[in-house]
């Protein structure tokens, strides 16, 4: 069998292939035209946005790890309407979805940036709510079932395109999330995010970050990552797109088992710009292997040996 299908629909948003690239390691797409077609992906989520340009945190804001990075960049972005005239119509040339990730301080903010990128041509948004909500405090919209489905449902109203929220990992319990996040009107969900991590300089005994705390990605966190995607896709009936700490195929192989219809890869572009082209080959090449003819036979087919 030397044909594998590769398509996925998530609900309304059909990719050629399972494979995207995770917001914030991949800039806008210009950065990475000099190593990877950016035709060969499935989609393309872009560095995230806010209604407003912002400068992000101060420096250091990134640091190394033994399995990853912990970084606190601040959503340094030029603003939504910066991205509509600039960015959007050099990323539509290429045969990719287009993606935006969202993110805001308040519900208004997040519904305005919708309001806006409803009236584009982008594909779908996925909405951060890993935010911190200032009206309560700086509690972050994701960590409560209520938030997760007061701010999905409140922009889902002023969303016209494909909704995707990303869930985040510092959480009690991912399952409560995932079908908060279904129930507000999500057409799909993306998950992990990263998982919060502080680093110290011992000789200057002060934290490594000049936040002091980050958010940690990479290989560490993978084990965290596909179990929560094991349990949030066994929990709601829309499709996950997993990440978190993808570093090659057979780790994304180790997503679509637990549960994920399509994966994101993140840290791993900044180590290796042409890993998204290696994991598309690596998938294609592990299903012809297993004689399958296309990648939703292994989607959830995981299995616990003692149950």
Known sequence: MSRVDLK????GLTLKNPVTVASGTFGFGREFTDYLDLNIL??????????????????PRVSETPMGM???VGLQNPGVEYFVKEEL???????????????GNTIEEYCKIAEILSKTSVDSMELNISCPNVKRGGVSFGREPEMVYEVTNKVRQYCDKHLIVKLSPNVKDIKEIAIAAEKGGADCISLINTVIGMAIDIENQTTVLARGMGGLSGPAIKPIAVRMVYEAANSVSIPVIGMGGIMNYRDAIEFFLAG???ISIGTANLINPWVAR??????????KTKGYGS??????KVRIPSL
């Open 89 to 103: 119509p050099f990323l539509k040339q290429f045969d990719t979805k287009v993606i935006v990730n969202i993110n």
């Open 70 to 72: 912990i970084n606190s």
């Open 8 to 11: 996925v629909d998530l609900n």
């Open 42 to 59: 499935g989609g393309i989520m872009v560095k995230g946005l806010t209604l407003e340009e912002r400068k992000g945190n101060p420096t």
């Open 295 to 300: 990648i939703k036979e292994i989607i959830g």
């Open 260 to 262: 994920a219809n399509a």
């Open 278 to 287: 290696e994991v598309i080959d690596g998938i294609k090449e592990y299903i």
